[in-house]
């Protein structure tokens, strides 16, 4: 087992949904999920998950997929080493992809409750190395964990359900949530059981009434939500260093 002075350290990224806000009109053949798109030339997820495997502090990457995944190109992951491990053990919700693959990293390591686990959306491809590194510097010492967000810099409007303004919300102290999400594993699969309804790790933390560090990223590491953010994203892997 790798591990930092502060714990051994995994990685987990929910990868059974279809990426339905990407859009296909209801008269098309449902699209490729959104995390096997291709983006200079790999499939999505590849690029998430090969941050993750490159990562010298973390020891597994799992990757929890739907059951009945016949798209997951095994051949092609497997270049990313002995790190990575498919759970084929996903969910209706994201809370309850990431809850089933806890409990199946449970079975598959010994003594794992008191590990670090890093949660990482497939939809963020632009991740990298340093800034996963930077999550578990600031967060391994924090017993209520925490995640990687930017201050909001937009100015902020409430809509009504026609679309017109209600308010201007003040932006002071507001941070906009990426992953990775940096949790003890008993801790947060105990949050999740609780409350399985949250959108992300982080919330669940919160309902037990602690309270997460925010560790500033960038907004380099974005979320591929629809067709425009797919061409941003190769724009940013294409003008990376490596």
């Known amino acids: 087992m790798i591990a930092t002075d502060t714990g051994t350290c995994h990685a987990l990224v929910p990868a059974a949904g ?26 999505m997820i590849w690029h998430a998950l090969r941050a993750l495997c490159a990562t010298p502090a973390i020891a597994s990457v799992f990757v929890v997929l739907a059951p009945d995944d016949r798209l997951w190109p095994g051949a092609r992951m497997a270049e990313l080493g002995a790190k990575l491990r498919v759970l084929r053990c996903g969910g209706e919700t994201r809370a309850q992809s990431v809850t089933n693959g806890l409990r199946g990293m449970a079975a598959e390591l010994d003594g794992v409750a008191n590990d670090w686990v890093l949660v990482h ?20 010492q924090d017993d209520a964990g925490g995640l990687l967000a930017v201050p909001v810099a937009d100015t902020l409007k409430r809509g009504d359900i026609n679309d017109r303004v209600l308010e201007t919300v003040p932006r002071d102290g507001l941070w906009q949530a990426q992953t990775p999400q940096m949790f003890r594993h008993r801790l947060l699969l105990d949050a999740l059981e609780r ?22 990223a960038d907004a380099s590491n974005l979320k591929v939500t629809y067709p425009l953010d797919l061409q941003l994203a190769e724009w940013i892997l294409s003008n990376r260093a490596d």
């Open 195 to 216: 409350a399985p309804s949250v959108t992300d790790e982080a919330s669940a933390i919160e309902a037990l009434g602690l309270v997460p560090r925010l560790v500033a």
């Open 121 to 140: 959306d497939a939809a963020r491809p632009c991740l990298t190395v340093a800034l996963v590194e930077k999550l578990i510097a600031e967060v391994g």
């Open 18 to 43: 279809s990426g339905s806000r990407m859009g296909t009109p209801s008269n098309r053949p449902q699209p490729t999920p959104k995390q096997y798109a291709l983006l200079a030339g790999q499939p």
